[in-house]
Nanobody, 128 residues
Framework: QVQLVESGGGLVQAGGSLALSCAAS????????MAWFRQAPGKEREFVAA????????YYADSVKGRVTISRDGAKNTVFLQMNSLKVEDTAVYYC?????????????????????WGQGTQVTVSS
């Protein structure tokens, strides 16, 4: 089993920045595809960003492209999400996910069903 723990959420004003982190523990002998998803109240969980094992492939949802940067700590299953120019509509619980994914397409990385492991989530609230 792999456990994922997110940190870095909080309250920020619109236009501000936040940095999220996610660290894996447990059976981390493999290097996983790492991703961030989010879920706002009353809405379905949606894809935010994902990064391949080596960082060669990085994908972003259109809603965050240009404002968000995903990165990882080398081959470690540690992933970061730098969020800038935050908007009120970015308010959500942000989840870290890890998956042993082989395909490298956007549609694969953006599909929540591809990820076996999930964190508990961290709240991001953007005030106007």
């Amino acid at each position: 089993q792999v456990q994922l723990v997110e940190s870095g959420g909080g309250l920020v004003q619109a236009g501000g920045s936040l940095a999220l982190s996610c660290a894996a523990s447990g059976r981390t002998g493999r290097t996983y595809i790492m991703a961030w998803f989010r879920q706002a109240p009353g809405k379905e969980r949606e894809f935010v960003a994902a990064i391949s094992r080596t960082g060669e492939f990085i994908y972003y949802a259109d809603s965050v492209k240009g404002r968000v940067t995903i990165s990882r700590d080398g081959a470690k299953n540690t992933v970061f999400l730098q969020m800038n120019s935050l908007k009120v509509e970015d308010t959500a619980v942000y989840y870290c996910a890890a998956g042993d994914i082989q395909r490298t397409t956007y549609s694969t990385y953006a599909a929540s069903r591809e990820y076996e492991y999930w964190g508990q989530g961290t709240q991001v609230t953007v005030s106007s």
